[in-house]
């Protein structure tokens, strides 16, 4: 998470979010 690029909290957390989704997917579609 670059603290340079200008983002606000709430785009950054749901960036995060959507990260951990797709990797459980990814880990469920491997699994």
Do not use: H, L
């Not at 995060?16 to 880990?27: E, K």
Request: glycine share 0%.
């Amino acid at each position: 998470m670059p603290s340079s690029s200008p983002v606000s909290p709430a785009s950054s957390s749901s960036e995060s979010i959507c990260r951990a989704v797709r990797a459980r997917f990814q880990t469920m579609a491997t699994k």
